[in-house]
């Protein structure tokens, strides 16, 4: 089982990338997935999560308005459209399978970093 991320890069603030995330090795249909980030000195923290049928869809409130998660179920793909960077987005985003509320599943990807610089 593999979640593998990619599209990650450096980007100047007021800028825009889209990470995705490929599922492998079984199908997450049945899981919420979403994504997390970790920047330097920091916790973990959430990001954005869309259901399993893709009805419910949460953004952390530092990026709400600005990201927008969503999945393509026949691809077994989730991505994150970041638009609006800003330097304190700055940090690696994990993707994540079986995300209950905010609290990750026990899947996750290796990470890639993004960078936002001002």
């Known amino acids: 089982v593999q979640l593998v991320e990619s599209g990650g890069g450096s980007v100047q603030a007021g800028g825009s990338l889209i990470l995705s995330c490929l599922a492998s090795?079984?199908?997450?249909?049945?899981?919420?997935m979403g994504w997390f980030r970790q920047a330097p000195g920091k916790e973990r923290e959430f990001v954005a999560v869309?259901?399993?049928?893709?009805?419910?869809?949460n953004h952390a409130d530092s990026v709400a308005g600005r990201f927008t998660i969503s999945r393509d179920y026949d691809k077994n793909m989730v991505s994150l459209q970041m638009n609006s960077l800003k330097p304190e987005d700055t940090a690696v985003y994990y993707c994540?399978?079986?995300?209950?509320?905010?609290?990750?599943?026990?899947?996750w990807g290796q990470g890639t970093q993004v960078t936002v610089s001002s």
């Open positions: 994540n399978a079986g995300i209950a509320t905010i609290n990750p599943g026990n899947y």
């Open positions: 090795g079984r199908t997450f249909s049945g899981y919420a």
């Open positions: 869309r259901s399993w049928n893709g009805v419910t869809t």
